[in-house]
Each structure stands twice: as C-alpha cells, then as structure tokens.
C-alpha cells in the first residue's frame, strides 16, 4: 500500500450539513477495510451531543480539550457555519494544530479559513449551486460569499484545491472527493484508492471527478 494509517479529524457543530461530514467519514470507512490503521473521529467544542441540520444528532468522539492527535482536520460546511465564522474557540483550536496537521474543509467551511486570514494569497474554493434563498436577492452563492469574507484569497471554482497545507472542496458531495483526496496526500496508492470507490459503487463518479482538482505549488507537507 505504500503507507499505514491517517487520523482524520471532522468537526461537528449545531446545524452542521450532514453529508458534509458523513460523506468523508463514509469513505475513510470503506478505506479501512483495506488498512485497519486508518482513523476518522469527530470533534466538537463540547463532549455532548450536537444536532446537525434536519434534526439529526450525533455524539462526537472528543472536544477541543481533549486535543486528540490527528494528521488532518476537517471543517464541513451547512447553515451554522455562519455562527462558526465568529467562534473564536475553535479558531483557537486551529491554530493550535501543529504545522503537519492539513486544514481541511467541505462546502462553506472555506469560510471560517477565511475568516481567520489563512487563506490569504491561497486559491480556495466553496459551494457554487445556490439554494432557493441563495439564488434571489439579496441572496448571494457561498462561493461569492468567500469572496466576500477573504478578499485576498483567489477564488477557484475546482471541485477540490489543494495548496499544501490547506485543503477545499466545493459543494455537499465533493466531500467524498475530499475523503479520497485525502488518501492521496496520505501517501496510498492510486489503485487502493479506486478499489475504495469500486466497493462503495462510486467509481462511475470517482472517474469523473478525480481530476477536478487544482494543486497549487508542494502538496506533501
């Protein structure tokens, strides 16, 4: 396989989008069936239950005190992303990740990157399909909203863009795109990976996405 093992790291707040962080979790899931060694967990400001968007609850795995190790950590997107933006406890808790640790993020969770700055001079991306709300003014699609909140960042329209440490994707479902990405930047091997989206009859798509990806400059720290 090339390598062994990767701690991925999903954050889970109130209103959270659920494929945002299920879809990523799914594919590490079906990828440790081929490498026990594989981890994904969630995270939330608190160890108590947190209810995602349609009234579905889950339990997270640990809370920002417990400072769980990880290789990479995710930030999905949904309607309290725009609380989330503002939350300076979990800025906190992402700066104090260690330099190796990727940031990565799903749909609008672009935004709390952003936000904080880290994506200034970096190309990053977010949903492009707006909803009902979204597509009438004073609506505006949370790819144009990142615009808004990181002026200095490059806007790309790519499913998936990797600048070396931090890591977007673009609407609800690229975020199995980042579930695979994400076992490519950990090092295991392309035929792994498409056995991974073969057993989850995704390979159709997984074909028709794998290069929807923009890598800019070193993407192996």
Same mark, same amino acid.
């Given at each position: ?31 440790? &069936? ?13 160890? @108590?239950?947190?209810?995602?968007? #349609? ?14 190790? *990880? ?9 309290? /992303? @725009? ?32 936000? *904080? ?9 977010? @949903? ?6 979204? #597509? ?13 909140? #990181? ?6 329209? #790519? ?16 975020? *199995?795109? *980042? ?18 989206? &073969? ?20 993407? /192996?720290?």
């Amino acid at each position: 396989m090339g390598t062994s093992g990767f701690r991925l790291g999903i954050y889970v707040f109130k209103d959270v989008e659920i494929v945002d962080f299920a879809a990523p979790h799914g594919v590490f899931a079906v990828a440790r &069936r081929f490498d026990p060694e594989l981890d994904a967990f969630l995270i939330a400001d608190a160890l @108590r239950p947190v209810q995602a968007q #349609a009234g579905f609850t889950v339990l997270p795995n640990y809370s920002f005190a417990d400072r769980p190790a *990880m290789d990479a950590f995710l930030i999905p997107g949904g309607f309290g /992303t @725009r609380q989330e933006v503002r939350n300076g406890r979990l800025h906190e808790f992402i700066r104090s990740q260690p330099q190796e640790t990727l940031l990565t993020s799903v749909c609008t969770g672009s935004w709390i990157y952003g936000q *904080m700055g880290l994506l200034d001079g970096l190309a990053a991306t977010s @949903r492009k399909e707006p909803d009902r709300v979204e #597509a009438n003014p004073p609506g505006k699609t949370p790819i144009d909203r990142l615009a808004d909140i #990181a002026p200095a960042c490059r806007i790309s329209r #790519a499913r998936v863009v990797d600048t070396g440490r931090i890591i977007t994707a673009g609407g609800i479902t690229s975020g *199995m795109e *980042m579930g695979f990405h994400l076992l490519r930047r950990a090092g295991y091997a392309e035929e792994l990976i498409g056995e991974v989206a &073969r057993v989850m009859e995704y390979q159709d798509a997984y074909k028709l996405y794998r290069d929807d990806l923009e890598v800019i400059g070193s993407s /192996t720290s």
